[in-house]
């Protein structure tokens, strides 16, 4: 696991992250489908970096994205993610 401080996410970390989909081929599925809209637009990139405040909207849900959870504001997130 690394941290990372840029205060962004990975749109395919973020479904993950929030249990929408178990695995990151699941996510990448799903985003590639046109089945996730970021701030109301469609979105099919995997890599898009979501900032705090993004809402995402999928299969009738909308997560607002919020990083500072932790006091020191980090997201872990797993290296071999980042390699993709």
Do not use: C, H, W, Y
């Not at 990372?4 to 929030?18: A, E």
């Not at 996510?27 to 995997?46: C, F, Y």
């Not at 405040?53 to 932790?70: A, F, K, M």
């Not at 997201?75 to 071999?80: E, S």
């Amino acid at each position: 696991m690394k941290k990372i401080r840029d205060n962004t996410i990975k749109l395919n970390q973020f479904l993950k992250l929030m249990g929408i989909v178990p695995t990151g081929g699941q996510a990448k599925l799903m985003i590639q489908g046109g089945d996730v809209q970021v701030n109301g637009m469609l979105e099919t990139r995997r890599g898009r970096r979501l900032v705090p405040g993004d809402q995402v909207t999928i299969q009738g849900q909308t997560l607002e994205v919020n990083l500072n959870n932790n006091e020191d504001a980090d997201v872990m997130i797993d290296l071999a993610e980042q390699t993709e």
